[in-house]
Structures are given as C-alpha cells and as structure tokens.
C-alpha cells in the first residue's frame, strides 16, 4: 500500500498502516520536529531532555527517527530560522524550538506558516499557532535553596549563574528566596561566569566560593558548571570527610558527582522538557494543539522536580522539608519570587 | 602567463575537489554514503530558492570579515579581532537602529555607516599600539575580542534593553531586509546586504589595487624603511590599515544586526565570523574576488551541511573536517603547482 | 581581606589556570622559534582534551589513579602526530603557516566531535573519574606564608608546567639543539650553510609543538572541564599564542605571560569576593583580565620582534 | 700538478634561465684563484654549487682527484671547503661564537661549552689574525668583523679551501688592506682560495691565476703575472672598458646645499655628527672621503629627513629644509641612491615598474585624485629600464628577482629621471661590476653637467678620487679637510681619513 510514496512522507507506514500517504490530511498523521540550540541534541541538558521526551512520544506512537519524528542541530544562532524552515518544509506538524534563544526564530516562522503548529521551550511567544512552554524554575530552584540551606553548615552558599539574564535570574531568586525562608540569616554568595561554555572560569569562581565557606554550590552555567563539579570533587577528592556539595540544574547530575564512593552532588532541579514536550506533541495529534497558550510546568504537574538520588548527602529529613515547601508552593501559601526586584520584596517579608 | 593564469584558477578548484574527495573517503570510512551527503549538503545550500536565499544571507558577513582579514594581510598586518570588531559593529547598529527616529534613507545608511565606524574604532586601538608602541596587533586583537563579547553583553542589558536578554527590535526604517526579497526566497533572510558586501568587495579591490592609497598600504606592509624613505607615513598607514580593515569586519555586524537579525542578544560565546573570516581571507588568496568566492563556498558549505544529518545522516561535523582539508589543501597549493607542472612536463 | 590572604586565594587558581596555556604557549615557542607560525594551537589543544578525555574514560578501570598520568602522555603522542598536518603543510608543502594553521583548527575541533559521537552516540563525552585533584606539597606546605600561598591545594602539574619551562630554556639556550633551532628560525640559510638541516629542524619544532600542546589541552581537560565537548577548548590556544607573543617568544617570557593571564583571570574572579569590589559592575571584572594585558603591553612590555624568518617556507637559495 | 678542487662542465639552470653553462673551473694547492665576471654572470651560483647549496644540472666536481657528489653543505665542509657568502650567513641576535660554533658545538653533557668555545675562537682568530670580539653580538658588530667572524667559521670546520664570494665590496679600504693580509697568511698555511671579486686591482695584487666567465660561460683561464687589468676587462665585458672616467673640470655654479654646524645621533643616542659644515653647489661633485661609521649616514639620513638633526640647520637652495619629513625633503628638489639598497631603495615585493614610481607615485600623471594610472608608471619604467639599461625579463618581474647590479641601476634610474637639484648617491657601485661602475660614474657626471649638485658618499678612495670635483674628508663627525682630487692621493687622503690635521699632510687647500 505504501508503495507510492516516498520516505519522507510515509512517516510511520510501518506497523500500524491505517493512514499511510496522507501527511497533509492531518491528525492522525502527525509529526513532530525540534531544533536545539548551540548545545546539541545530546547536551546532557534541555536539549537532550527535549529529544528523549521525542523520542518517547514517537516510540509510543510507533513512529521512528526521520519517520515521523527528529530534529534538527543548530551550528550557532544563524542556523536557527533554516532548521525550522527545513522541518516546515519535510512536513512536520509542529516544531519545537528548544531553549529562549529560538525565540525570534519561532516568532518568524510562525507568522510565515500560519498553518503549522509551534511550539517554544523556556520563553513565551504571542501567536495564534504558538504554544509556549515555560517551567517554574524559580519553583523549583526555591527547593533546592530549602535543601541547600538544610544541608549547610557554614550558613554560607554560593550560586553560580552563566549568562546575567532574566531567565537565570529566575533560577537565583528563586534559590535565594528558598535558602532565606529556612534561614534569614545565611549568606548567599552570587557570582555569574559570563557565558555557559568556560569550565575554567566556573572552576576559578567554584574555588573562591569553597574558599569563602560556602559548602553547597548551586550552578545554573551550563558547561561552564563541569568547573563546578570538578572544583567540589578535587576538594573532596583531598579530604573526604570535609562537605561539600554541588546543586545541579535542568537534569539529574548526579553522575558529574561521583567521587570514588562519594558523591558530591546534593540534588538537582530537574526540568522536565522531556514531559513538556511528550504533553504538547498529544494534544497536538489529538487535534487539541494549544496554540497561543503559554503553558507553566511546574511542581504541581511534575514539569519541575528534585532529584533524590544522593540518598546519603539527600536525607529524609531535607526531604521532609523539601516536600513541605513543596505543598505550600503548590497550595500558593508561597509564591516564589522570579525577578531581582520580586526577591527583594519577598526578603523584606521574611 | 596564460599557462600561469590557468594555474591561478586550476589550483583552488583541484584543493577543494580533493577536499571533497577526502570528505567522501571519511565518509566510506564510516560507514556513510558520500553520494547521499553530499546531495544533502547540496539540497541544503541550493535546493530551492529559500536555501539558496539563506546561503546568500550567510555569505554576506562572510565576505565582510574576509575582506577585513584580507585587507590586514595585504598590508602585513594579522587581525585576528574580526571577531571583536563585528560586535561592536552589530551593536552600534542596534543602538542606531532602535534609537533614531528617522527617514529610512538617513537611518539606513547611517546605521550602517555607524556600524562601520564602531568597527574601525575597535581597530584602531590595535592599530596605534602597533604604530606607535609597536605592540603586536595578535595579541591586542585577541584581547579586544573578549572585551567586546562582555562589554556588549553588559551594554545590551543595562543600556540597549532593560534588563533583557535582547535589545529591542530595530526600526523598520533601519532594516536591511527586504520582503522583495524574502518572498523571492520563500522566507528567506535574504537581505540587501549582499549588495553592500559585494560592493565592499569593490571598494578594497579598488583601494588596493587601483589607489595611491592602496600602493602606501601594501608598500608599509613589504617595507617599512623603504616606505619611510620613499615619504610615507609609515604609522599612519598601519593606523589606517587597521582602521579599514575594522571597518570591513564593523559592517559584517551591520549584516547580523541589520540584516539577519534585526536586534542582537546577550551572547554566550563568539560569532565565529571573525574567525571563519580568517579561512575565507586565506581562501580567496587575500584578494577581493577570491574572497567572495570562498565566502560562497564557506557560506554553501556551512548551510548546506544543516541538511545532511538530517537528510542523510552525516554528521555535520564532517563538513568542518571537509573545509578543514580544503583550507589545508589550498595552503598547500605548492605542492599541486608542483605535480601538475611534472605532468605537463610528463605530456611533453 | 589582608594581603596575604588574598594571595592565598588568588594564587592557587592562577596555577591551575595558567598551567595548560603555559604547557602549549612553549609549544608555540618551539615552532616559532624555528620559524613556523603556529595559530594551530587551539587545535592542537583540542585533540589533546580529546585524546586525554577519551583514553582516560576507557582506561580508568585498568590503569587507576595513573590515567590521567598515563593519558596525558597519550594526548602528547597523538597529537604530536598530528602536529605533523601542519609540518607537512608548512615546512614540506610551502603552505601559507597561517592558513595550515588555521585548517589544524578546524580540523581538530572537526574530528574530536565527530569521532566522539561515532564512540559514544553523543556529542560529548561523560566526566572522567580519574581526573588531577590537588595536594598539599609535602613539607613545603608547612612553610609560613608562602606555604599556604603556593603549595596547598596545588596541582602538581602546574609545578611541572614550570618546571618545563626553565627545561625549555635550558635546551633552548644552552644546548647545540637549541642554538639550531633559533639559527634556523632567524636565518635558515645560515643554519643551512652550516650543514644545519632546516627541514628537519622545523619538523621537530613543530611536533614538539604538537605535543605541547596536546599535553596542555589534556591537561585542561583532566584538571578543569573533565570531558570533552565543542566547548571544553573555546580560545585557550588563542590565549597561548598571545603568551607566546607577550613573552617575545621566550620560554620564561611566555610562561610568565601566561602566568599574568592566569593571575588577572583569578584575581577578577575573586575581586568579585572581595567587598571592596563587590559594587564594581561585574563587566568591568570580566574584561580586566584582556584590558591589563594591553595596557601591559603598551605600557612596560612593548615591541616585541618575531624571530626573523618566521613564517616564512624556507626554499633553498632563494634571496 | 695536482689540483685541490676541479669543478668540470658545470651546469645549473633556473626556471628560465641557465646560470652555468658548461663551465670549468680548477683550483691548484696554495694558489690563490679570481673568478672574475659581470653581474649576473653566474660567480656565485658557481660556487654555491661547489658548496653543496645547489645541485648542478651536469658536470662533475673532484675534491683532491677524487669524484664527490656535494648533496649539501656538510658534504662540502667534510671535504674542507668553506665558504664566504656574498651576504653574509651571520644570525643577527646570536653571539660571534654562538655563530661560528653553529653545527659544529662543543659541549660537556650536552651543554654547550661556550667557555672552551670561546676560548678556541679567540685562539683561532689570534692564531690568523683575525681580530673578533667572541662574545659581541653580530647585530653590534661592523661589516669587516662581520667577515672575519665569516672567514673564522670556515678555518674552525677546518676547511683547507676558502671560497671568498664577493669579499671586498662591503669593506673600507684599511679593511681590504687587512683581509688581503690574511689570505696570504692562509696561503701560507698552506690553504687554498677562490676570490670573487669586480675589482681588478685586487686580482692583479693578490691572485695566482684568474678564471673568467660571461653570461654564465667559461670564457677562459689566465695567469695574472702575464695579464692585465685591461685583458681581463675586456675578457670579462666582451668589449674594452675605459677606467679613467672621461670629464671635462666643473663650473660650480650657485650653493645649493648648504649644511650648517649639524649635530646628529644614531639610533643608539650617540652623537655621530658633531657641527658639521658642508656646502655643494650646482654643476660640481662633492666627494666625501671617510672610514666607515664617522658619521656619513647619519648625515645623509638627516639631510633627507630618516633621521632627525639635534642641532644645526640644513639649506636647500637657500631655504631650510632641517628635519622636514623625507615626502617634504624629496619634495624640496633631493634624489638619494640610498647605500642600503635593500632595506630602504626597493620594495622587493613590488614589480620593478611599480617601484620606479616609489616617489612619485602619488602624483600626477601617475595618479590623479589618488587612482593610480598604471598605463602611465609602466610606459614610464619600460623607457627607464631601456634608458639605464635594467636587465629584467620585463617591467611586471618582482624586483627581488633582479641582480644587484640591476637593482641597483634601477634605483638610479629613479632618483636621477626626477631631476633632482641635488643628488645624494650613497655607495652608489657598490658590487657592481665594471662596466655597471662606468655607467653610473658617467651618468652622475652628466646629471653634474646639467648644473645638479652631486654628493657622493663612498668608501672606495679611486671612486671619490676618479669621480669628484671636490674632496670633503670626514672625520668623527665632522669636515676636517676639503681637497682636490689632482692635489692628493689616495695615501694623502688615507692618512686625513684617520684624523691627521691638513697642515700634517701638507696638503694645503683654499677652494673656498
Ligand atoms: N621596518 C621596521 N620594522 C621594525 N621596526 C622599525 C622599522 N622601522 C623603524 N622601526 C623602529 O621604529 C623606531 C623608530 O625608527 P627610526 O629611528 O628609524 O625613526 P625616526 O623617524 O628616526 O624616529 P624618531 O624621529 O622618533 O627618532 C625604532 O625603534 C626602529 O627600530
Ligand atoms: N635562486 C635563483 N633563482 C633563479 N635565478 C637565479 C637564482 N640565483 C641566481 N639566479 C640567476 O642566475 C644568474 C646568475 O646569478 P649569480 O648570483 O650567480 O650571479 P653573480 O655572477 O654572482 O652576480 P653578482 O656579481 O651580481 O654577484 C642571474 O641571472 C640570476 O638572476
Ligand atoms: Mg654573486
Ligand atoms: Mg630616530
């Protein structure tokens, strides 16, 4: 039946074989395609998040790589605008584009192709064909500076960010504004790198951090933080006994800590792209596809989470008080704070 | 000199075919079908109309900061702060672009002029300290490129925006983009700067080859004593020489931030067209022509190889290893000059 | 904060920091000095982190705490191998050095990418478990003040970095190698007239280059990044070859350069400690380490002059 | 007899052209052998040859009888030849020892023992004479030490055959007097030389047997006992060669020149001229007589503006042009032959057309409103190169590929085609062969005869006295004598070189 047409429109011929050949009628057929940022498809991050969430919606709906599903890498910026062009053009449905940087890119295409569905991670977008996926970082960062605070014992933490920009200013106030509700008096050393990619300079301000007391490091720097993770594990490398730790962000960095039989990574904000984008992708096949909408993950519905995994440095009773936090958060008791200016409100009601 | 001419030509288009050629032995190597990546890198860079449109927007700086490497090179000096200098061209653009309030054939021009201007400057400080204190203009150009990266970046939060990540949209009346052209292309960022990169391309092959100006330059970048005593300001022509080649590499940013973008973001890490301008320079043999044409083959190559994971499967990292070989193969010219100069002899 | 310290926070991370750029900027010397530009050095450092990362993941299980010891020299190996594309191109082929060199660049960072997704499915690798970690210098740490200062929580490696580089200057100025390898980069053809075989020379440079400068790659990523992706190397050879230049092509000039970048590098990321600095808009901390260069270099370092005939091929009785 | 060194039917070709031809040369034991030839006519690829630099189309070279294939230099150095090169082979920033230990390093543990080193140069050069400083660097040193550091590389690899490529073009005349002092001294040590040399009198003084070649052919051998400085002219031009300069007395005419008590330092802030005075008038040639290094060049770099004056004041027809920039100096109406021909006379890298309009580029009919006419510079620099005789494949060859001699003449072309009121020639035959020297002597005394004021500026005492109206000796700075050439000699003048008052060597003088 499916001999007519070709590869690329066949999409997920194989198995099912109910609508072979009719990309263009729509619901039943649908495909979906990301374009990640300079970070890859395999950036251990959202990038990465975003594809395995792909890769599971396509694996549940019987479809394969390039049949159906797949995505397009970004080279630098430039590239951001062909990528969706060329996954337009190969008759995707929608299109994600992955991380704020696509923002611009989206916004352009979407209005060339009133007809496709969109779909942005981390940012909002305003049109009718757009759904904006955003995550209560700051939720969830707030969390992480509940444990962080729990988990101290100099009363000092350090946050280290990449880029000085609203969205990772929303991971520091929410951080702060955590850490400060457990503990108003703890001290919060912030410094940023400059950029996501230099470990060394991650590496130069992780020690000046450790060197300044603060026990838990929260990075948010992308690869800039492997000089994180490197700094705590070459300090507890040479004294074991001494604590210290690093929070990780997006996912689960439990592995970037492992040293010999410790683990220096406390917890980690995980960002649940992966879900994100699996939600979006069935609303969209389902003909439900939220365009125009601006969607927030977060701690209720499982888009934002802490990692467990350090069972020893993670103890129940920081879980116990993580979860606490957690419900008031949920029960809007607390409404976390996202900008430097909220923070500052939100210290002064402490 | 016909035989010569011919060699001229022949020499560049055998180094990129045996880079090619190397590329698909990589890619047998590896299990991939060269015939099918190669198609894909095809379709990508001149598959249709939108492709080649956005090749063409790719180009565009490319030929910019290949002109302002080359322009250094002819003149004996080395600006490896492309880089920086197309920043600060972006930058100023923007400011002029979100600022002024004008008619489109002031603001346009203007901006673009400011971009330039913004680049020169950054080029003129490398410049002086070699004049005058004749420090290095490697290390300098080096250097200014990181303070550009983080200046910007700090002047687009606090000063361009406020407190975002991206300035402002540009004013239409300062936009190089064209929906003539963009409909040409199916969407395609395409825009008017290619004309302005070409005729840049003019400019330097006029200057360089055609001026009085042009003959201080070069002769400053041969032999400063004998400049000195043929009467030229030796100081002023390296200031001027970096100046120019500034100014190249200032409206490379004008390109982006006019151009492609329409507004610029805090930024991570560099452009790279600074960089790539160096190969592209090298490329093209530090002449204007060459430059335009290896802009096209980098620009080609490089929108072309988004194409081929997706198409064929290829990494697209094998494109660079390709422009690699043909970067290395085109240095290495002698040796092609050479065996087709053992052939000929052969003939005989 | 009192001086002291300051210092002792501010030297320590200078070491770590200064140490790969000073391990590829006396590479760079090498192949300078014998005349052969080399702008490859950010690609030589890339197959270095490349090589270190990847032989240390495969053989932490077997070698131990040596791998990083061990794949160091493995990083030396390949990418002295390497090196050898731009001898070729430069010495052999009369290319044009600056553009062999730059083709090392892309074709470093072009390899390590692809080869390390076709070995591991993703476009980087995961973190080592065998990286450097830092001692406390037996005996010399106990020394008052300096002690703290420059031998506790030290790199051992950072030692060796300078330690190679009085080598360097020893075998550069005091051995027949060294006085041919400076006669060749400053007149080939006296080298040449005195039975000095220039070829051969330049080629050693080079590769000693190559393994330079994989060493200081590799070691940047076992101390710093710990894996390898298109960002572990993002302008540390550009950075070396500035020391190279900044040290006017001498061994101590060049590692004493890259010990300045080190130490503004380090003392602008803890400036921001510092309260006195704390309201300083933090841009200006991030571009004080590049402004200081250059105000050093137009204030007190100033003309430097590269070794004559460098970059250019040397062809046989040519005037 | 038995021969040293036989080089047999040699053959070398370049790109385009054969620069030997079939040419035999041979060398007996202690002799001391001339190559004679023009400019360009292939002396030193000849000998770059036997030294293993090049690799001979055809021929064969024997070393004591015995057939050796010269692959390279060392082949050449095992088999005791040495060679000194026309431009010296000397590492600039590198130490006298440093240079001539260089391949050839004594070391302990291997350490360069520079102290032995040293110690068995300053052995060797007391040993031949040869006065060197070990431990200067050669960037510091002058030309003649330059050399003997050259000539002590070759005896410390023990070379028993010297090759002397053009030796005596760079050196003063005391200089001269000291290295022929030293080849015999070598002769005597039962070694063997090859000299090249243009200048005659040095062959018929010194050497044993002279080899001639022309435009890359063996012409012949002669005895010098039983030849001639003529003979050997003409075998080497193909046609007879006037020596004595034919012209008529000057009539000076108005001052056009005037050099007022000028003080000048060189790039290391030492005063080299120190008040000098100097006048040069219209339709006369001045020559300045000097030992190197009191003071001419900083003189004529300050009076073209390369260099600035700290005191004193320089007067081109009447208006002072004192430290205007070299464009304004030019301007003012000043052509200079620069003595360094390749560091400030030529842009190698420029076609020779485009460097006959290094001065005049800018204005018209070369450019107009900056844009370059290239039809104009090239017509122009084909009628000069006709004119003045550049031997070049055409106007569009890099001028790095020319021959000295040509190089020269093309500069020359330059500075005298702008009709300058004064002209400053620096050295102007300096390597030249003989019948190029003639040329241009001609050609200055023509610009003479035009009314041009001519400051000639040599170390060649024959030159200044052959060619000038007037002799204004120099001394540390300053003019302590003015003579006529048909009142003085060249040991009168040698003994004002080295500072004796007029009165001492009775020259009495009252041209003013
Ligand atoms: N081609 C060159 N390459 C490198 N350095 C040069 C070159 N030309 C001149 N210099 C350097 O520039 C400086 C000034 O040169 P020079 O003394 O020739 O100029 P000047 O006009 O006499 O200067 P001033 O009038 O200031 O004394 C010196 O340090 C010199 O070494
Ligand atoms: N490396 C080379 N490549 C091409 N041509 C050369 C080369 N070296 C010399 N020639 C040419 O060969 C010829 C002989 O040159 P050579 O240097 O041997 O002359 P010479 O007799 O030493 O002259 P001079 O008296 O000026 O030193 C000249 O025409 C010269 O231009
Ligand atoms: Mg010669
Ligand atoms: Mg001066």
């Known amino acids: ?350 | 000199m016909t035989s010569n001419k011919m060699f001229n030509i022949l020499v560049p288009v055998i180094s990129v075919l045996i880079g090619l050629l190397s590329g698909a032995v990589i890619m047998l190597g590896f299990g991939y079908n060269p015939i099918e990546g190669y198609a894909a890198l095809w379709e990508g860079a001149f598959g249709d109309m939108y492709f080649v449109g956005e090749t063409v927007r790719q180009v565009t700086p490319y030929i910019l900061t290949g002109l302002a490497v080359a322009f250094a090179f002819r003149t004996g000096l080395f600006n490896i702060g492309a880089e920086g200098q197309v920043i600060v061209g972006w930058l100023a653009a923007i400011w002029v672009g979100i600022t002024f309030d004008l008619p489109m054939y002031i603001h346009l021009p203007f901006a673009v002029i400011v971009a330039a201007l913004a680049g020169a400057i950054w080029g003129f400080i490398p410049g002086l300290l070699k004049a005058r204190l004749g420090v290095h203009e490697v290390i300098v150009t080096i250097m200014l490129n990181y303070v550009a990266l983080y200046s910007s970046n700090a002047l687009i939060r606090s000063v361009l925006s406020d407190n975002q990540d991206k300035t402002d949209k540009i004013a239409a009346t300062a936009s190089l983009s064209s929906e003539w052209l963009q409909n040409l292309t199916f969407f395609s960022r395409m825009h008017y700067g290619i004309l302005i990169a070409v005729f840049a391309a003019i400019i330097m092959w006029f200057l360089i080859e055609r001026t009085s100006i042009g003959y201080e330059l070069k002769s400053v970048g041969y032999n400063q004593h004998a400049s000195k005593y043929a009467g030229m300001n030796v100081q002023r022509n390296i200031i001027l020489a970096m100046v120019i080649s500034g100014a190249f590499a200032g409206l490379a940013g004008a390109m982006e931030g006019l151009g492609t973008y329409g507004n610029m973001s805090v930024s991570s890490g560099f452009t790279n067209l600074g960089f790539d301008g160096i190969a592209v320079a090298l490329l093209g043999a530090n002449t204007a022509i060459g430059v335009i044409l290896a802009a096209f083959l980098f620009g080609a190559l490089k929108v072309g190889a988004l194409n081929m994971p997706t198409e064929a499967g290829v990494p697209n990292e094998l494109v660079d290893i390709i422009i690699a070989l043909i970067i290395f193969f085109v240095a290495s010219s002698y040796i092609i000059r050479w065996v087709l100069l053992r052939l000929k002899k052969g003939e005989k | 904060m009192g001086v002291i310290e300051l210092l002792a926070q501010v030297i320590p991370p200078a070491l770590f920091f200064s140490a790969p750029l000073i391990f590829t900027a006396l590479g760079g010397v090498f192949s300078e000095r014998s005349g052969v530009v080399n702008i490859g050095l950010e690609g030589l450092m890339v197959m270095g982190a490349f090589v270190g990362i990847v032989f240390n993941l495969t053989f932490a299980d077997v070698l131990g705490p040596w791998t990083p010891w061990v794949s160091i020299l493995v990083a030396m190996v390949v990418s002295a191998i390497f090196s050898v594309i731009h001898a070729v191109a430069a010495v052999s082929f009369r290319a044009d050095q600056v553009v062999s060199g730059v083709a090392i660049n892309f074709l470093a960072l072009g390899l390590g990418i692809f080869l390390t997704k076709q070995f591991y499915g993703k476009g980087q690798t995961d973190m080592v478990t065998q990286p450097f970690y830092t001692t406390d210098i037996w005996f010399l740490s106990d020394i008052p003040f300096l002690g703290p200062i420059f031998f506790e929580g030290i790199y051992v490696i950072s030692y060796i970095s300078i330690i190679l580089a009085l080598v360097c200057w020893y075998i550069m100025y005091k051995t027949p190698f060294g006085l041919r390898l400076r006669a060749v980069g400053e007149h080939p053809m006296a080298a040449d007239t005195n039975g000095i075989s220039v070829t051969k020379m330049r080629y050693v440079a080079v590769i000693i280059s190559g393994a330079f400068g994989g060493l200081g790659g590799s070691v940047f990523a076992l101390t710093i990044a710990l894996n390898f992706s298109h960002a572990t190397i993002v302008g540390q050879g550009f950075m070396a070859l500035a020391a190279v230049i900044f040290g006017k092509w001498h061994p101590l000039g060049a590692m004493g350069a890259a010990l300045f970048f080190g130490f503004a590098q380090s003392l602008s990321v803890i400036g921001a400690g510092i309260p006195l600095l704390a309201d300083v808009p933090q841009v200006f901390l991030l571009i004080a380490p590049y402004v200081l260069t250059i105000l050093a270099l137009a204030g007190f370092i100033g003309r430097s002059e590269a070794p004559r005939a460098n970059g250019e091929p040397y062809i046989k009785g040519s005037r | 007899m038995d021969y040293v060194v036989e080089m047999l039917n040699i053959r070398k070709e370049f790109p385009g052209i054969v620069a030997n031809d079939d040419i035999t040369i041979q060398l007996k034991k202690g002799e001391i052998h001339a190559l004679l030839g023009e400019n360009g006519a292939g002396k030193s690829t000849l000998m770059n040859v036997l030294f293993g630099l090049y690799h001979p189309e055809k021929g064969e070279i024997r070393v004591k009888g015995k057939p050796v294939n010269m692959t390279d230099p060392n082949v050449a150095n095992d088999h005791g030849i040495g060679m000194v090169h026309q431009h010296f082979m000397l590492v600039e920033p590198f130490t006298v020892t440093q240079n001539i230990i260089l391949g050839a390093e004594p070391t302990s543990m291997g350490k360069i023992d520079l102290r032995k080193a040293e110690k068995e140069v300053q052995e060797l050069s007391n040993k031949y004479g040869l006065k060197v400083d070990a431990r200067a660097k050669i960037q510091d040193i002058s030309v003649g030490m330059q050399q003997r550091v050259e000539i002590l590389k070759t005896l410390y690899r023990g070379a028993d055959v010297l090759i002397f490529d053009e030796p005596t073009a760079v050196l003063t005349p005391q200089e001269i007097i000291e290295l022929m002092q030293i080849m015999k001294s070598l002769i005597a040590e039962g070694k063997s030389i090859i000299l090249i040399t243009h200048k005659l009198k040095e062959i018929m003084q010194i050497c044993d047997r002279c080899t001639v070649i022309r435009k890359g052919k063996g012409i012949g051998t002669v005895d010098v006992a039983d030849s001639s400085v003529d003979e050997l002219a003409s075998l080497m031009v193909g046609r007879d060669v006037s020596f004595k300069t034919q012209k008529t007395p000057a009539q000076p005419k108005e001052t056009i020149l005037k050099v007022n008590n000028l003080h000048v330092k060189d790039s290391r802030k030492v005063e080299m001229v120190k008040g000098l005075n100097l006048e040069v008038r219209a339709g006369e040639i001045v020559g300045i007589a000097g030992v190197d290094g009191n003071g001419q060049s900083e003189l004529i770099e300050a009076i073209t503006g390369l260099k600035k004056a700290q005191k004193g004041s320089i007067e081109l027809n009447g208006k002072a042009i004192t430290n205007l920039s070299p464009r304004k100096v030019t301007e003012s109406g000043v052509g200079h032959i620069p003595q360094d021909r390749h560091k400030f006379g030529l842009v190698l890298d420029f076609p020779i057309g485009e460097n006959i309009v290094l001065q005049t580029y800018y204005k018209k009919p070369y450019s107009k409103y900056k844009v370059l006419n290239y039809k104009e510079i090239y017509d122009k620099a084909e009628k000069l190169i006709k004119e003045y005789d550049v031997r070049t494949p055409s106007v569009y060859t890099k001028a790095r590929a020319l021959s000295g001699g040509n190089q020269q003449k093309a500069i020359i072309s330059r500075e005298v085609d702008r009709s300058p009121d004064l002209l400053i020639a620096a050295q102007p035959t300096r390597g030249l062969d003989v019948g190029a020297i003639e040329f241009i002597h001609q050609k200055l005394i023509e610009e003479r005869d035009k009314g041009r004021a001519i400051l000639l500026v040599s170390f060649e005492l024959d030159e200044i006295l052959d060619v000038s109206d007037r002799i204004a000796v120099v001394f540390d700075g300053e003019i302590v004598a003015n003579v006529k050439p048909e009142e003085t000699n060249e040991q009168k003048l040698g003994l004002l070189m080295a500072g004796s008052s007029e009165e001492k060597v009775g020259v009495v003088n009252d041209l003013e």
């Open chain 1, 1 to 350: 039946a499916c001999g007519g047409s070709d590869e690329k429109s066949s999409g997920n011929s194989e198995g099912e074989g109910s609508s072979e050949g009719s990309s263009e009628e729509g619901s039943s057929d649908y495909t979906v395609g990301m374009v990640t940022d300079e970070g890859g498809v395999d950036d251990k991050s959202f990038n990465q998040s975003a594809w395995e969430g792909l890769q599971a919606w396509g694996e549940e709906h019987d479809l394969s790589k390039a049949h159906g599903f797949d995505y397009a890498q970004s080279e630098d910026e430039s590239d951001y605008l062909p990528n969706m062009t060329r996954l337009v053009r190969n008759d995707y449905d929608l299109v994600f584009g992955i991380g704020f940087l696509l923002e611009d890119a989206i916004a352009e295409i979407a209005e060339q192709n009133p007809d496709n569905d969109f779909a942005i991670v981390d940012t909002v977008v305003e049109a009718p064909n757009v759904a904006s996926i955003t995550f209560a970082e700051h939720e969830g960062s707030f969390l992480t500076g509940v444990a962080a605070a729990m988990k101290t014992n100099t009363d000092k933490l350090g946050f280290i960010g990449g880029v000085d920009s609203a969205l990772i200013n929303k991971f520091e106030s929410g951080f702060v504004a955590g850490a400060k509700s457990v503990n108003p008096d703890i001290v919060i050393d912030i410094q940023y790198v400059g950029n996501f990619s230099s470990a060394a300079d991650g590496k130069l301000i992780a020690t000046r951090m450790y060197n300044d007391g603060a026990d838990v490091i929260y990075h948010s720097a992308g690869a800039a933080g492997n000089g994180v993770f490197a700094q705590a594990k070459d300090l507890k490398q040479k004294d074991p006994e001494r604590e210290i730790y690093v929070i990780g962000v997006d996912r689960d960095q439990y592995e970037e800590g492992a040293i010999g039989d410790h683990n220096v990574t406390l917890t980690s904000m995980v960002k649940r792209v992966d879900t994100s984008v699996i939600e979006v992708s069935n609303q969209g096949l389902n003909g439900e596809f939220p365009g125009g909408e601006v969607l927030v993950f977060g701690l209720e519905d499982e888009g934002i989470g802490i990692a467990e995994t350090n069972e020893e440095a993670y103890t129940e009773e920081i879980a116990t008080a993580v979860n606490e936090w957690k419900e008031k958060i949920i029960n809007g008791d607390v409404t976390v704070p996202q900008t430097h200016d909220e923070l500052k409100a939100f210290e002064e009601e402490l």
